[in-house]
């Protein structure tokens, strides 16, 4: 059974950072595609970025080029989203979901494609 726990979300300033973090179990490493997935007020969810675990490919949303950067700790079963030069639209619940096997293109960062979802945290980016 997949269980997925985020924490480290909390209320930084424009241009600040923050880690988040994502305690993974019944995870197949060699196999998984993980990512984050965040919902801000009023809109839907999106993809933030992925990590295949096979190969350690990784995926960001533009938004996320430059200033995210995803990563896994196979030994502590653990994935993690560094976010640095925050802003103010970056505000939202972030999520951490798994799925066991493969995605192409678009699939990756589509949030329907993930079965498996932890229970989200906060991060309000404001001045």
């Known amino acids: 059974q997949v269980q997925l726990a985020e924490s480290g979300g909390g209320s930084v300033q424009p241009g600040g950072s923050l880690r988040l973090s994502c305690e993974t179990s019944?995870?197949?490493?060699?196999?998984?595609?993980l990512g984050w997935f965040r919902q801000a007020p009023g809109k839907e969810r999106e993809g933030v970025a992925v990590i295949r675990t096979g190969t350690g490919s990784t995926y960001y949303a533009d938004s996320a080029k430059g200033r995210f950067t995803i990563s896994r700790d196979n030994a502590n079963n653990t994935l993690y989203l560094q976010m640095n030069g925050l802003k103010v639209e970056d505000t939202g619940i972030y999520y951490c979901a798994a799925r066991i096997g493969h995605l192409v293109g678009t699939n990756v960062l589509n949030p329907a494609s993930y079965p498996h979802w932890g229970q989200g945290t906060q991060v309000t980016v404001s001045s």
């Open positions: 019944g995870v197949a490493y060699h196999a998984t595609n």
